[in-house]
């Protein structure tokens, strides 16, 4: 059969791979579209399988709040470089899941895997379809839902590096925006000195308390600068203690209680962190590239 350049398009249209790869899985096919399209489905889950352990520490928050602004959703979708991570299949692509997890609420983002997207295919087999477009391992790294509380749900997005999810009681959409500008900007990792976690106290306790005791001073003296330094920790780690980024002179805490506000959780996600960047000689993954990856 000969293969058409109308044959061509078609496939690229149902698959969004490159013309050569269409034009070779055609005539691999006898110019069977049916067959071709499943020869390159199975083709783009062995690429998808083959990239899976390649570092992917770039990507896009994503965020969804319902009309009522009750519940919101935010995500990590991770890939290799920035320059996909930009691209519209991978904006889009994350974007959409952020919807789903709003609206479908599931348990954990192992769970994100099986949902279909609008398409009708899953999030998980449009992922590996987009790992052989694009050419590049993509993860669905994390994701979270914060109901309100009563209250209303605040998102701020950074770019598409850092995303924020706040859950506000009282005050008004302006204050709420206003909170979640504060937890991008300033990185807490608590609401308040109660939601620390004990380890990471004891971890700071021992350091205070090591480079107390070479100033020689007594036990007593040791465990009340200690504690003082302790104090200090908490407020700098804490929502509720930081002082506020728009004015200083006040914490986070005073801002809310002049407002008559309060703030019950937050998320606050950023691209990559925690995971350990791999560092590659360029001339080598360029080489890397070029040889298939």
Excluded: W
């Amino acid at each position: 059969m000969q293969i058409t350049a109308a044959l061509v398009k078609e496939l690229r249209e149902r698959t969004g791979s490159g013309m050569m790869e269409c034009k070779k899985a055609l005539s691999e096919t006898g110019g069977d579209i049916e067959a071709a399209v499943e020869l390159m489905r199975k083709a783009g889950l062995a690429k998808a399988d083959k990239k899976a352990g390649r570092v992917a520490a770039e990507g896009m928050i994503a965020a969804a709040i319902n009309d009522d602004g009750s519940r919101g959703a935010i995500i990590e979708v991770n890939c290799e470089t920035d320059f996909v991570a930009k691209g519209e299949d991978f904006s889009s692509f994350s974007s959409e899941i952020a919807k789903l997890v709003l609206d479908k609420q599931p348990a954990d983002v192992a769970a994100v895997a099986d949902l279909p997207l609008a398409s009708g295919v899953s999030v998980e087999e449009t992922r590996r379809n987009l790992i052989a477009k694009l050419g590049e391992n993509i993860a669905v790294r994390r994701s979270a839902i914060l109901d309100s509380a009563g209250g209303r749900i605040a998102a701020y997005l950074h770019g598409n590096r850092i995303g924020v999810l706040v859950a506000v009681q009282g005050g008004d959409e302006s204050l709420a925006k206003d909170i979640a500008m504060h937890v991008a900007a300033s990185k807490p990792v608590a609401l308040g000195a109660d939601d620390v976690s004990p380890d990471l106290i004891a971890k700071e306790k021992e350091i205070y308390r090591a480079q107390a005791a070479e100033s020689g001073k007594p036990a007593d003296i040791v465990e009340k600068m200690v504690s003082g330094r302790v104090n200090k920790f908490l407020k700098e780690v804490t929502l509720l203690g930081q002082p506020f980024v728009k004015n200083p002179d006040i914490s986070v805490e005073q801002l809310l209680k002049d407002n008559g506000a309060t703030v019950s959780a937050f998320v606050r996600f950023e691209v990559g962190e925690g995971i350990e960047k791999k560092s590659e000689n360029f001339a080598e993954e360029v080489m890397a590239q070029v040889r298939g990856g």
